[in-house]
């Protein structure tokens, strides 16, 4: 089976997720832009601590996901690759535990200064990690995960995890 382009991957992820009434909150395309979505960045407040525009800088140590997603009191945190990435399973990782007070001070620059409107707030929302990937399907599953298997276009398989069995 061949390979499928990362941004088909996430243009179809998206798509997915609003069939399924999921809100999408912000995202960036695999070329770093987006017309439907504001980037959720995730900065290194000790690097970005000026508040200057050196994007040189700042990029040091940011961190931004691919989409992000909100049903209710659920948060997606999505990454994409055009296979399964170990890589993108560890920043998730990292991002939830040693990094989560820079996640929800980005979420609230996201509301307070780009108007983005929550279902709750900020501090009822639990944080699903999820990767998006196309053939081969292997991988090592990850209990707290979920994923989309993303074999055509508009072929999305979601596999859920125990926070969020289902779609």
């Known amino acids: 089976m061949t390979s499928i382009r990362q941004d088909v991957i996430h243009f179809s992820v998206r798509e997915f997720l609003k069939n399924a009434g999921w809100q999408l909150v912000a995202g960036q395309f695999p070329d ?3 017309n439907e979505l504001p980037p959720l960045n995730i900065v290194d407040p000790t690097l ?13 140590n940011k961190y931004v996901p691919d989409l992000v997603a909100c049903k209710e009191k659920t948060m997606l945190l999505i990454e994409m690759d055009s296979h399964y990435s170990p ?12 990094r989560r007070n820079d996640l929800l001070t980005a979420l609230d620059d996201l509301v307070s200064k780009r108007g983005v409107v929550l279902p709750v707030p900020i501090g009822q929302i639990m944080f699903v990690p999820c990767l998006g ?13 979920c994923y989309f298997k993303v074999s055509a276009l508009s072929l999305v398989v979601f596999e859920g995890n ?3 069995p289902f779609i």
């Open 32 to 34: 770093g832009s987006d």
């Open 48 to 60: 970005a601590r000026d508040k200057s525009p050196d994007p040189r800088r700042h990029s040091m």
């Open 87 to 98: 890589k993108d399973e560890r920043k998730l990782n990292r991002l939830l535990l040693e």
């Open 133 to 145: 990937f196309g053939p081969p399907m292997r991988y090592r599953r990850n209990p707290s995960f």
């Open 162 to 164: 125990e926070q969020i």
